[in-house]
């Protein structure tokens, strides 16, 4: 089966621009999570969403944010970029609260 | 919340020999930790997990230890192979996952 699917792989933004990232999730998974990675600060949680609803929120500034549609694919948007979003962003899937992830490959962000 | 923390940040083996990477978290609610390795250029691939009704695992030259009084739990991998090179993270989770810092784990052929 289809694993999850982010788009796009790569992505140049200008600071000051904003960014919206898609994710397709394992077909039948109703979870998913996002995380933004680092070299310095490893996999931080930046939001989950289930059943369109956004249900946990990592320590990230507003202008992060989600949805969710019907058929489980999610984006995510980031605005006013900064230098510092420069970073993998990945995206998992799950079945449900007691099932491992299924991750993307990521979105690697360049902010210049 | 929940922090993860996970030893060593780099590890060097020989082929053959074996690795093994320990990983403590603080919130004794956790219930599932599972492993993951992340390859260059690629998210992180789920490998093995365990649940705390349960002390160890095993897949192959894969396993997995839970030490639930101390808190801790360890990934093992035996008789390592250069395809084993790779970054290595710890979760552990209630319902949200908490990651440990990764283990860059590289194999000399």
């Known amino acids: 089966k289809a694993g999850v699917t982010q788009t796009p792989r790569y992505l140049i933004k200008t600071r000051g621009q904003q960014v919206t990232l898609s994710c397709s999730p394992i077909?039948?998974?109703?979870?998913v999570s996002w995380y933004q990675q680092t070299p310095g600060q490893g996999l931080q949680f930046l939001f989950e969403?289930?059943?369109?609803?956004?249900?946990n929120k990592g320590n990230f500034p507003g202008r992060f944010s989600g949805r969710q549609f019907s058929n489980s694919r999610s984006e995510m948007n980031v605005s006013t970029l900064e230098l510092g979003d420069s970073a993998l962003y990945l995206c998992?899937?799950?079945?449900?609260?007691?099932?491992?992830?299924?991750f993307g490959s990521g979105t690697r962000l360049t902010v210049v | 919340g929940e922090n993860v923390e996970q030893h060593p940040s780099t590890l060097s083996v020989q082929e053959g020999d074996s690795a093994v990477i320990k990983c403590t978290y603080s919130?004794?609610?956790?219930?599932?930790f599972p492993w993951y390795k992340q390859e260059l250029g690629k998210g992180p691939q789920l490998i093995i997990d365990?649940?705390?009704?349960?002390g160890e695992k095993k897949d192959q030259r894969i396993a997995v230890t839970l030490n639930k009084t101390a808190k801790h739990f360890s990934l093992h991998i035996t008789e390592t192979q250069p395809e084993d090179s790779a970054v290595y993270f710890c979760?552990?989770?209630?319902?949200?996952?908490?990651f440990g810092t990764g283990t860059s784990l590289t194999v000399i052929p």
């Open positions: 998992a899937s799950s079945l449900g609260d007691r099932d491992g992830y299924t």
């Open positions: 365990i649940r705390s009704n349960v």
């Open positions: 979760a552990a989770s209630k319902i949200q996952f908490y």
């Open positions: 969403y289930f059943s369109e609803t956004q249900r």
């Open positions: 919130d004794s609610a956790s219930n599932y």
């Open positions: 077909s039948g998974h109703r979870s």
